[in-house]
């Protein structure tokens, strides 16, 4: 299988798959796509027409199959590698996981759009103006913990339905925002988020985005200084 992704750094849509399968242990081919831009002439875009209708990272090839977005391509994995258990074998807790996963997929504009994702830069500054200034922020980090500690009290932990499962791998990005940020989080959740961070999965991922070194200025509109 090939992975396609955008630069480590900033693509929180390309790590969800790339932790799932990297901390699966699922063997695949990394294929990254450097962000140059986003309009239709520009070379991401131009690569990416080539494999995908949609234009966007990231995208699963798997043989003469290709999967597009991050919860297809998660639904894809655990079907192929069901020992794996991707998802938690509990029916009910695995629905329960889907609708956070889904709840992320669609949700959390507040923060995606005032936070976006820069995991190396560490931005306490700018997230003390976005929680000063940001309601939509306030509500989403709310809701967060909220969630969070429901299953962390419900599955006793480590990770939100115990054992790491997709809905880690898609929450990842969101602690990733968390930390360069700075916003304010209790004891517990913060810990959660620690772990996540510590996973080797995780770990791998932040790795590779600290050692691109690849300032993109239409990135980062909301960074004070460099």
Request: proline letters at 7%; a neutral charge.
């Amino acid at each position: 299988m090939k992975l396609y992704i955008g630069n480590k750094n900033y693509s929180s849509w390309s790590m969800r798959p790339w932790v799932l399968l990297t901390q699966a242990g699922i063997a695949f081919e990394e294929v990254m796509l450097r962000f140059d831009a986003f309009s239709p002439d520009s070379n991401f875009k131009a690569a990416l027409r080539k494999l995908s209708p949609t234009g966007k990272v990231p995208v699963l090839v798997d043989g003469n199959l290709v999967v597009w977005d991050t919860l297809a391509i998660a639904e894809y994995l655990a079907e192929q590698f069901p020992e794996k258990a991707l998802w938690p074998r509990d029916r009910a807790a695995r629905a329960r996981a889907r609708s956070l996963c889904a709840e992320m997929h669609s949700g959390f504009t507040g923060l995606r759009g005032h936070c976006p994702m820069n995991i190396e830069a560490s931005l306490p500054a700018v997230g003390a103006l976005v929680w000063r200034d940001q309601p939509a922020v306030r509500a989403d980090l709310a809701r967060l913990i909220a969630m969070w500690r429901q299953c962390l009290v419900e599955h006793g932990g480590p990770m939100l339905f115990g054992d790491f499962s997709v809905v880690d791998a898609f929450y990842a990005p969101v602690c990733m925002r968390l930390r360069s940020y700075a916003l304010p989080l209790p004891a517990d959740v913060s810990a959660y988020v620690a772990r996540v961070c510590a996973l080797p999965g995780v770990q791998a991922w932040v790795d590779g985005a600290l050692a691109e070194q690849d300032f993109l200025d239409f990135e980062e509109p909301y960074r004070l200084s460099r």
